[in-house]
């Protein structure tokens, strides 16, 4: 049975920086695409980043050279490092997986759920002003 538990959410001032965690089981990491995904409060879900072992990586432009993807695949972690966080990066923090390599989409909304297989429950990342 896949399981994604993500961890390492919080509060922090603009400009600090916060690393997500997703604990997985059930799968090899190094099989599987990877997503990070966030969903602020009346709003649809959008992608942050995704990452394949083949070393392909795909970021949000709202979040590219400040957010990094990696993993641990010894611990089969996937990890989101947030670096020189703002406000508007408040949101659910989601990470989801789906079989496959090669290469990772970023769908928007219900397309999303249709594309990754499996989700986390999520964890808040709230960025004060």
């Known amino acids: 049975q896949v399981q994604l538990v993500e961890s390492g959410g919080g509060s922090v001032q603009a400009g600090g920086s916060l690393r997500l965690s997703c604990a997985t089981s059930?799968?090899?990491?190094?099989?599987?695409?990877m997503g990070w995904f966030r969903q602020a409060p009346g709003q649809e879900r959008e992608g942050v980043g995704c990452f394949t072992s083949d070393g392909y990586a795909n970021y949000a432009d709202s979040v590219k050279g400040r957010f990094t993807i990696s993993t641990d695949s010894t611990k089969n972690t996937l990890y989101l490092q947030m670096n020189s966080l703002k406000p508007e990066d408040t949101a659910m923090y989601y990470c989801?997986?789906?079989?496959?390599?090669?290469?990772?989409?970023?769908?928007?909304?219900?397309?999303?759920?249709?594309?990754?297989?499996?989700w986390g429950q999520g964890t808040q990342v709230t960025v004060s002003s």
């Open positions: 059930g799968y090899t990491v190094s099989r599987y695409r």
């Open positions: 989801a997986a789906a079989p496959g390599n090669g290469y990772c989409l970023l769908p928007r909304g219900s397309v999303a759920y249709k594309y990754y297989n499996y």
